[in-house]
């Protein structure tokens, strides 16, 4: 127990003192995490809504395709952005490999399916009675979609925190794609496994309690936007 103290107290002090390790980790993690969500939020949610909304043949299918990549493994990903992005791969001119937004790319692709299936579910329980008032009020279509969207924000909320959840704490795309660089693409999560791995506890401690404060905040958010 002695040692988690002396821990806690250890990883304090780096926070206090603005550690560059530390703070190099947790700045490329808030980069490519929010690089990853911004543009999976941005395809994700059109897609998402279309899915959810129209009927369409070949929906049923692609809604299967879309719930099977929620379990896809980081370490799947991560095998198939290192396949594209190394020299050997379609676009490896552009030398992405161990950069963090070859890292981003991955995320993206990891968060791409939750942002889909979660929008998608929820566009589909909107009440059918509220689709036929507004029609029946004689309102436009863009206006029937703008308020069906309104009315499921807090699902699409929710699907978003969900997102930036898994690729918040993801390790298999950071390591293999990014290589684990310090000072240039070590996340978080990576610096976590190696700290600890290595016997510095209180440095994984510090990153840890700087992971769940992101996490906490995140939530917070989200639940002062429900209340609005």
């Not at 107290?9 to 690089?35: G, M, Q």
Request: charged share 10%; glycine share 8%.
């Amino acid at each position: 127990m002695e040692f988690i103290t002396q821990g806690f107290v250890k990883a304090v002090f780096l926070l206090i003192h603005l550690d560059p390790a530390t703070f190099s980790a947790i700045s490329a993690t808030l980069k490519v995490s929010t690089i990853a969500m911004a543009l999976s939020l941005a395809a994700g949610l059109p897609a998402g809504f279309a899915l959810g909304y129209f009927n369409f043949p070949g929906k049923r299918h692609i809604k299967t395709l879309v719930d099977t990549l929620l379990a896809l493994p980081t370490v799947s990903v991560g095998l198939i952005i290192y396949a594209v992005i190394s020299s050997q791969g379609p676009l490896g001119d552009l030398n992405l490999l161990f950069t963090l937004t070859g890292i981003a790319m991955g995320q993206t692709l990891l968060a791409l399916p939750i942002v889909i299936a979660i929008t998608a579910a929820t566009v589909e329980n909107i009440d059918s009675d509220l689709k036929l008032t507004l029609v029946s009020l004689g309102a436009a279509r863009h206006h029937i979609l703008r308020t069906c969207l309104w009315e499921v924000r807090y699902g699409i909320l929710a699907g978003a925190v969900t997102a930036y959840g898994r690729v918040l704490t993801e390790v298999g795309i950071s390591m293999m794609v990014g290589g684990n660089i310090k000072y240039h693409t070590r996340t978080i999560t990576t610096a976590i496994a190696l700290e600890t791995n290595k016997g510095m506890f209180a440095d994984g401690m510090a990153l840890g309690m700087v992971l769940i404060a992101i996490a906490f905040c995140v939530n917070i958010c989200l639940s002062f936007l429900r209340k609005q």
